[in-house]
C-alpha cells in the first residue's frame, strides 16, 4: 500500500458546488475509485485549494493507472471541468505533496 496526498485548484466561486457534486457522487464512481485499488480516499478544501489524500493498491500509478481508464473516470472527469481550474502543472504532472511523517 502507497499513501498519496495531493493538491489542485477550484474555479473561485465554484466551492459550493464542488461540493454539492461530491454530496451526490455516483455510486458507479464509488465502485471504481474502490475496484481500482484507492482506499481512505478524503478531499479537504481551505478556500480554492483542494487537498486530497488516499491510500493506493498496490501503488499510487497502478491504482489511479486503472481508474483513468475507466468509463465513469471519463465522465466524471468532463463533469468537473468547469468547476476545476488546475488539477496538473505545466507539465501534466499532479501538485504532489511529500510524506513528511505518519503515525499509524
Known amino acids: 500500500m502507497e499513501r498519496y496526498c495531493f493538491t489542485f485548484e477550484l474555479v473561485p466561486g465554484q466551492e459550493a458546488e464542488y461540493k454539492r457534486r461530491h454530496d451526490e457522487i455516483w455510486p458507479?464512481?464509488?465502485e471504481e475509485i474502490e475496484?481500482?485499488?484507492?482506499s481512505n480516499y478524503s478531499l479537504f478544501?481551505?478556500?480554492?485549494?483542494?487537498?486530497?489524500?488516499?491510500?493506493?493498491?498496490?501503488?499510487?500509478?497502478?491504482?489511479?493507472?486503472?481508474?483513468?481508464?475507466?468509463?465513469?473516470?471519463?465522465?466524471?472527469?468532463?463533469w468537473f471541468e468547469p468547476v476545476i481550474e488546475a488539477l496538473v502543472d505545466a507539465d501534466g504532472k499532479p501538485f504532489e505533496a511529500a510524506e513528511v511523517w505518519h503515525l499509524d
Open 28 to 30: 458507479e464512481m464509488v
Open 35 to 38: 475496484k481500482s485499488g484507492i
Open 45 to 78: 478544501r481551505r478556500g480554492t485549494t483542494v487537498i486530497a489524500y488516499c491510500e493506493c493498491e498496490p501503488d499510487v500509478a497502478t491504482a489511479f493507472g486503472r481508474m483513468g481508464a475507466t468509463e465513469v473516470n471519463g465522465r466524471w472527469s468532463e
